[in-house]
C-alpha cells in the first residue's frame, strides 16, 4: 500500500477547523465544530482499517482482498452516535434562543397551580388575572385580549419584536 | 449460572426504558416498573458479586460470537463490586425521586421520561462496568451521557439549559478524544478486546504507548473530573433536580474512575504516567477543597468536595500497588455511597427550608431534628471521623502511600490529611450555619439583599425584547400590576411572603418517602463502616486480581461461556 497524504490532511484540516469553532460562544457555531471534529474523527477510524479493498462480504470476494470490516462497523456506531447528540444540541440551542429572544409572556404553571389551589383564595383572586380558561364563565377579557397570541409556541417571535 | 445473569444488568434497565416509556401515560405503572427492574437489577448484581467472589473473573461472548470478533461482557470482583454499589443508590435515588414526584404532584407533567431516561442511564452505568473492550465501554459512556443530558435539562428552565451547555459540549470533547484513542490504539494493535490489548500494547514502542495512555486518561479524567480537567462539575450540577444530581454526583465520576483503574492496571501495568497521576491528585484534593471552603451554597460546597475526593482515588491508583488499588476501590465504594446521601440530604434541606444557600437557613437542627442527624452523619463520614468508613478507606490509602515511601507519595499522604481537615471544616461551616446556628438570628446585610431580591417578582417579570410597538409597553404596565396584585393574593394567608423578608423561612413539612429513604441510604452508608473489614478484604482480592492482570486476561480467552441471550 501506498501511504496517501489525503486522508491525514482532511483529516488535520478537520480537525484543526473544529477546535475552532468549537471555541467560539456561539451555540450554533459550537455545533458546527462538534460535527466536524466528528467528521475528522471518524475519517481518522476510517484510516486505521488499512488500505482500501472489496467489500468485506463473504463469496463476493477473497479475505485477502477485503477491507478491514471493524473500523466500519465501529464509524457507523459513532456516527449515529453523532447524529443523536447532534439533534439534542440543535434542541438546546433553539430552547436557549428561545429563552433568550423570546418577547412573548408565556403561561405561568406555578402561578396557574397557585391560583387553582385552594377554594379560598380563588375567591379573593381578580378574574382578570386569571389565565382565559381559568376565568369563572361570562367573565369579559379586559385585559389579556393579546394571551392568545402572546403564548403561542407554534409561531416563532422575529428577534426584534413582532409588529 | 453467570452466562444468564453478566448481560441482565444492561438488559433489564434497557427493557425496563422502553416498557415505562409505553406506560408514560400511567405514572403509577411506570414507578413501580422503574422500581422492580432496579431491584432485580440489584438482587443480579449481588448474585454476580458472589460468584465472582467465589469463582474468580467470568466472560461472556454476548450472542455467541468467539472473543476477538464479538463483544465481551466481564465481571470480575471490581465490576460487580460497583455493580452492586450503583445499582444501590440508583434505587434510592429512584424512590426519593418518586417520593419528590408524589409530593409535587407532578406525576403527570411532561416529566414522566424521567423515568425511561433514568433506567436508560443506569443500563449505561451498567454496560461501561460490563464491557470487555475498549469499544463496548466507550458505547456503555454514550449511553449514560445521553442520558445526562437529557435528566440535567430536565424542564429546560434558563439556568439549567445554561449548565447543560457547559457540560454537553465538555462531555461531547471528552468523547471525541476517546473515540479517537480508539482509532490510534486499533490502528496500533488491530484490536479493541482489553484482554488482548493487555498484551499487545507491551510490545509497542514506549513512544506510542505513552501517546495512547495519555489520550485515554486525558478523556477519562474529563469525565471523572480531576484538576485541572474539573471546573466544568461545579459549574453544571448544582442546577439540576435533587434527585439527578444526587445521582450524578455519586455515579457519573465514579465511572471514569473505574474506567481509569481498568485502563492504569490492565492496558499500562508499565506505569509511565503514575507522576503525572499523582501530581494530579495532589491538585484536585487540594484545590478542590479549597473551592468547597469558599462557598456558601450547600450544593455547590459539595459539587467541590466531590471533586476534592476523586483526588483520593487518584492517589490510590496512582501508587499502583495492590495496597493503593484496595484503598482506591474501598473509597470509590464509599464515596458513591457518600456523596449521594448528601446530596439527597441537600434536597431535602432545599424542600424544607427553601433555599441551600447557608445565609438563607438557620437553626434546622433544633427545628428538625431528624434531618440534622441525617446530614451529620453522613458529613462526618465525608470528612473521614472514625470510626466511619471514610476513616477505613482514607487510612487504607494513606498507608498505602506511606509504604510506598517515596518523597512524591509522602507529599501525597500529607495532601490527604489536610484535605480531610479542610473537609471537615467545610461541613462544619455547613453544620454550623444552617444547623446549628439560632433561628432568630438578625439577617446580615447579605441576607437582607437576598431576601429582597427574593420578594421582588423582578425576576418573573417578563424582559422586554425590542421596541414590541405601540401599546407594548401599557400592556406591560398593566401585567405588572395584575401581576402584584396576584402574588399578593395568592401568597396571602400563607407564611411564605411573611418570612421571605425576615431571617429564615417557616419550614416546610417533608414527605415521609424522601426522609425514609434518605434514612435507608445513611443506614447504607453506616453499615459500610459495619462490614467494612469483609468488603476491604474483598476490595483487597480485587486489586490483586488487577495488579496480576492474568485471571482477567484468561478469563476471556478460555472459558468464554455463550450467552443464551444477545443484546
Known amino acids: 500500500m501506498t501511504p496517501t497524504v489525503v486522508l491525514p490532511v482532511i483529516i488535520g484540516g478537520l480537525y484543526t477547523a473544529g477546535v475552532y469553532l468549537l471555541l467560539d460562544r456561539s451555540l450554533t457555531r459550537v455545533l458546527l465544530g462538534f460535527l466536524l471534529l466528528g467528521n475528522a474523527t471518524n475519517l481518522l477510524l476510517l484510516s486505521t482499517g488499512g488500505p482500501s479493498g472489496m467489500a468485506p462480504i463473504l463469496g463476493y470476494a477473497e479475505p485477502e482482498e477485503m477491507s478491514d470490516p471493524l473500523p466500519q462497523a465501529l464509524i457507523l456506531t459513532a456516527i449515529v452516535i453523532t447524529f443523536g447528540v447532534a439533534a439534542f444540541v440543535l434542541a438546546m440551542i433553539h430552547r436557549s434562543w428561545r429563552l433568550a429572544a423570546d418577547e412573548g409572556v408565556g403561561t405561568d404553571e406555578e402561578d396557574r397551580r397557585v391560583a387553582r389551589r385552594s377554594g379560598t383564595d380563588a375567591d379573593e383572586l381578580d378574574p382578570d388575572d386569571l389565565a382565559p380558561e381559568d376565568r369563572p364563565a361570562g367573565h369579559a377579557d379586559s385585559l389579556h385580549a393579546p394571551a392568545a397570541e402572546a403564548a403561542d409556541d407554534v409561531d416563532l417571535p422575529l428577534p426584534g419584536g413582532r409588529t | ?567
Open chain 2, 1 to 567: 449460572m453467570s452466562s444468564v445473569l453478566t448481560p441482565l444488568p444492561v438488559l433489564l434497565p434497557l427493557l425496563g426504558a422502553a416498557g415505562t416509556l409505553l406506560v408514560g401515560r400511567h405514572p403509577r405503572t411506570q414507578r413501580t416498573v422503574s422500581i422492580l427492574v432496579l431491584t432485580a437489577v440489584l438482587g443480579v448484581s449481588l448474585a454476580l458479586l458472589l460468584l465472582a467472589d467465589s469463582e474468580g473473573p467470568t466472560a461472556v461472548a454476548v450472542g455467541g460470537w468467539p472473543v476477538p470478533l464479538g463483544i465481551v461482557l466481564v465481571v470480575d470482583r471490581l465490576s460487580a463490586l460497583m455493580l452492586v454499589v450503583a445499582s444501590t443508590v440508583a434505587l434510592g435515588v429512584l424512590v426519593f425521586a418518586v417520593g419528590q414526584g408524589s409530593a409535587d404532584g407532578s406525576e403527570a407533567t411532561p416529566l414522566s421520561i424521567f423515568h425511561p431516561t433514568f433506567l436508560v442511564l443506569i443500563a449505561g452505568v451498567s454496560n461501561a462496568f460490563l464491557a470487555g473492550d475498549l469499544f463496548n465501554l466507550y458505547v456503555g459512556f454514550e449511553i449514560l451521557l445521553m442520558a445526562s443530558y437529557v435528566l440535567l435539562t430536565l424542564g429546560g428552565s434558563a439556568p439549567r439549559v445554561r449548565a447543560g451547555i457547559t457540560y454537553v459540549v465538555v462531555s461531547l470533547l471528552s468523547s471525541l478524544i476517546f473515540l479517537a484513542a480508539i482509532g490510534l490504539i486499533y490502528a496500533a494493535t488491530g484490536t479493541v478486546t482489553m484482554a488482548q490489548l493487555a498484551g499487545r500494547l507491551a510490545e509497542l514502542p514506549e513512544g506510542t504507548q505513552v501517546l495512547l495512555q495519555s489520550m485515554l486518561l486525558i478523556a477519562f479524567c474529563i469525565k471523572a473530573a480531576v484538576f485541572p480537567l474539573s471546573a466544568w462539575l461545579p459549574d453544571s450540577y448544582p442546577t439540576a433536580p435533587a434527585p439527578v444530581t444526587a445521582v450524578f454526583a455519586g455515579l457519573l465520576t465514579k465511572v471514569g474512575v473505574y474506567a481509569i483503574i481498568r485502563t492504569q492496571t490492565l492496558l499500562f501495568p508499565a506505569g509511565a504516567l503514575d507522576d503525572v497521576l499523582m501530581w494530579a491528585a495532589l491538585a484536585t484534593m487540594v484545590i478542590g477543597i479549597l473551592g468547597a471552603v469558599a462557598q456558601t451554597d450547600i450544593r455547590r460546597i459539595l459539587s467541590f468536595t466531590l471533586v476534592s475526593h476523586i483526588g483520593y482515588m487518584l492517589f490510590g491508583i496512582a501508587l499502583g500497588t495492590a495496597g493503593g488499588l484496595a484503598g482506591a476501590i474501598f473509597y470509590v465504594a464509599h464515596h458513591i455511597a457518600i456523596q449521594t446521601t448528601l446530596f439527597l440530604v441537600a434536597g431535602l434541606v432545599e424542600r424544607t427550608g427553601g433555599s441551600t444557600a447557608m445565609d438563607r437557613l438557620g437553626g434546622l437542627a433544633q427545628r428538625s431534628p431528624f434531618l440534622a442527624v441525617l446530614f451529620f452523619v453522613p458529613a462526618m463520614n465525608l470528612a473521614g471521623i472514625p470510626p466511619l468508613s471514610g476513616f477505613i478507606g482514607k487510612l487504607g490509602l494513606l498507608q498505602a502511600g506511606v509504604a510506598e515511601g517515596s518523597g512524591q507519595a509522602l507529599a501525597l499522604v500529607a495532601g490527604g490529611v489536610v484535605t480531610s481537615l479542610l473537609t471537615l471544616l467545610a461541613v462544619a461551616r455547613v453544620w454550623t450555619r444552617a444547623f446549628w446556628r439560632p433561628a432568630t438570628q438578625e439577617p446580615s446585610a447579605d441576607t437582607a439583599a437576598a431576601a429582597a431580591i427574593d420578594a421582588a417578582p423582578a425576576p418573573r417579570e417578563p424582559v422586554p425584547v425590542g421596541d414590541g410597538g405601540a401599546g407594548a409597553g401599557e400592556r406591560q404596565t398593566a401585567w405588572l400590576a395584575a401581576w402584584r396584585r396576584h402574588e399578593d393574593v395568592a401568597t396571602a394567608g400563607t407564611a411564605v411572603r411573611a418570612t421571605r423578608a425576615g431571617a429564615v423561612r417557616a419550614l416546610r413539612p417533608l414527605p415521609g418517602v424522601m426522609v425514609g429513604v434518605t434514612a435507608v441510604m445513611v443506614a447504607v452508608t453506616v453499615s459500610l463502616t459495619v462490614v467494612a473489614g469483609p468488603l476491604y478484604g474483598l476490595t483487597q482480592r480485587a486489586a490483586e486480581d488487577l495488579v496480576e492482570r492474568t485471571p482477567y486476561v484468561e478469563s476471556v480467552f478460555t472459558d468464554p461461556v455463550p450467552a443464551e441471550d444477545g443484546e
